[in-house]
């Protein structure tokens, strides 16, 4: 059978980006909060490689933003996420877990702090938003929650620093990991934090405004062509090798972030009022049951994993692998699965049920990278 | 440029029913409720012509459930719609437009209500468990609110109450209008409806548990052979030429229910307490100022339409076009859109910009069922 198709339709969003990303030859797509998120463009092989020696250009703006502005602003922030936000000065991102009451995931997406009354809370994909709405509004908050015109866009890999200069000014050289600052672009204000989905170093441009998208775009291309610039995406194999969780993919709303790893991002103990925060006590204080882990599958190449591979033991289910491909630099099958606490030290040896197809599998004790 | 291909993920879910829609040859794909919809066969057109003719089985599993549960279950329910349910009786399914405080639609669902205590919200294409659960934790409501492990498999068509009486008894033929009634499956007690996203008439099982999937899947295609049965999907023409909405597409939370022509599920003038009730009381009053029009587009069959169209008048803006197909029953293309006051009664000649080429249309007396 052939590959599927993927139907148009305006519920799919186009983004600000979508005219270049169709110009230069995007094969495949996936959704992603209801938006055109691009998967491949030579190849997911070609792209990897490419990704890791020069740079690319990433339209992300499926990372939509839930905007919150007013007094009570930050105190709603701090509502949403078990994370310490007391610290966090304007000009700062913070990775934030989002949880329910049950201490389940909702999301986990980058809180921006613009000032002290006005936040951007860049979203993986699920409505974050009517989350965020349902509790201002349960709450009676005196702020306002809303999805602003504004589309990130990423540039990533080893040459990001040369080519953001090039066209943002060398003081961009000068921003910290996780930090974002305001350059100009023909006049334009924007947003750039030193962010973004892979390990290749680079830039998440806020790109306030559907008009500003392919001007900005084609700058870029411009000025990158000795760079070997070219349209890219978040890349299928560079993202596991390196551990990058995908919501959705690798943990939903029935994981709680201890069992995704993010305890580090919990800081239930202090005095932080926080939704989840007494079921994120308990997990706290007891442990997770079970964690994400970085696996190897033995043997050859695996198909795409499009559901959850269960994971055995002797012929017990001990867990599943949600994310798999083949990495050509390292030369085996790279997995990431969420693994019971009896069988999820390094060197643990499991099998993998691939749609039928059984393989060995071993627990490592670190992402690639 | 060939057309993009869909990237598999675990992410965009797999339904209980992928195994038959894959058997069956699907040749393409959108994503609704992050999960598979099947939206092409045979062909747009050769699907369109069967659907009319005889009986199709669609994979709807991505009408996922909220379920709310629990004393307070009702109240909720009534919190969340601007639609008066004092009527309601268990046995019924409502189409119910939800608001939020600004009368914006989030989604327009059906509720089926199981009992006085437990509801399924059977939704369209946005997170709304989000909103609910987010209403539910603001207002301290003792209520259970969750997405079960129940998938909606529509049975469309002419031939659809043949087909389902030599699988679930003669007595589905009795089955009014928008009421379920629950029959037995193998065993299995399984909740059906009356009702479906086509004007052709037929049924919608909610399948409750996954493993139920494909029995249920397989005994309705080994039943209908001789009726010509078919997996089918909601129909991209049928479903214009009838004026059924798209959430997403034709409709989103920019939009009141009013402007969508669903006023008259609003009962906001009757002492029903909902959220939203003070934002479409005025707009009650007021009327709104744009509304939703079958229009018709001059000309060959029209591209797929992937962005909002946008309408002119003499070179002013007057409305945009959201879904649009050839017909090929009606022999035009058959559009729906959204026009201003100014512009919307039938008959009134437009110009419409389908990505940069231009076109004759003109707005309907009514859609074309």
Redesign the interface.
């Known amino acids: 059978?052939s590959?599927?198709?993927?139907?148009?339709?305006?519920?799919?969003r186009?983004t600000p980006f979508s005219e270049g990303v169709?110009a230069a030859?995007?094969?495949?797509?996936?959704?992603y909060n209801?938006m055109l998120l691009p998967?491949?463009f030579e190849s997911v092989e070609a792209d990897y490689h490419h990704l890791k020696r020069h740079v690319q250009v990433w339209d992300v703006a499926c990372e939509r933003q839930v905007e919150l502005r007013g007094p009570e602003a930050g105190r709603l922030m701090q509502m949403l996420t078990p994370r310490d936000l007391r610290g966090m000065t304007a000009g700062q991102c913070f990775y934030v877990p989002i949880v329910?009451?049950t201490g389940g995931m909702?999301n986990d997406p980058v809180a921006v702090k613009l000032s002290e009354d006005r936040w951007w809370i860049s979203i993986a994909?699920?409505?974050?938003l009517?989350?965020?709405?349902?509790?201002a509004?349960?709450?009676r908050m005196d702020v306002l929650v809303d999805e602003p015109d504004v589309s990130p866009l990423a540039v990533q890999g080893p040459k990001a620093d040369d080519l953001m200069a090039r066209v943002f000014g060398e003081s961009i050289r000068d921003l910290r990991f996780f930090r974002f600052s305001v350059y100009d672009f023909d006049g334009h204000d924007v947003v750039i934090a030193r962010s973004g989905y892979s390990k290749q170093g680079g830039f998440e441009i806020y790109v306030e405004g559907t008009d500003l998208g392919m001007p900005i775009w084609n700058a870029l291309f411009a000025a990158g062509e000795d760079l070997q610039v070219r349209a890219g995406c978040p890349n299928?194999i560079e993202r596991i090798e390196a551990g990058l969780l995908?919501?959705?993919?690798d943990m939903t709303d029935d994981n709680t972030p201890h069992e995704c790893g993010l305890g580090r991002f919990c800081n239930t103990q202090t005095a932080i009022g926080c939704?989840g925060r007494d079921a994120l006590l308990r997990v706290a204080k007891e442990g997770p049951v079970q964690q994400i882990r970085p696996i190897a599958i033995d043997g050859d190449p695996v198909p795409?994993?499009?559901?959850?591979w269960p994971l055995f033991a002797g012929g017990e289910r001990v867990g599943q692998v949600?994310?798999a491909a083949w990495s050509p630099d390292f030369e085996t099958n790279v997995a990431i699965g969420m693994v019971r606490m009896t069988h999820w030290d390094a060197g643990t040896r499991l099998r993998v049920d691939m749609n039928g197809t059984d393989r060995a599998a071993e627990v490592q004790a670190g992402f690639w990278l």
Chains 1, 2 share one sequence.
């Open positions: 059978m590959a599927p198709l993927i139907s148009p339709s305006r519920r799919l186009r169709e030859g995007v094969k495949a797509y996936t959704v209801r998967t491949v329910d009451e909702l994909d699920s409505d974050l009517l989350w965020v709405k349902g509790i509004y349960g709450w299928g995908s919501y959705g993919n939704i795409r994993c499009d559901r959850a949600t994310s």
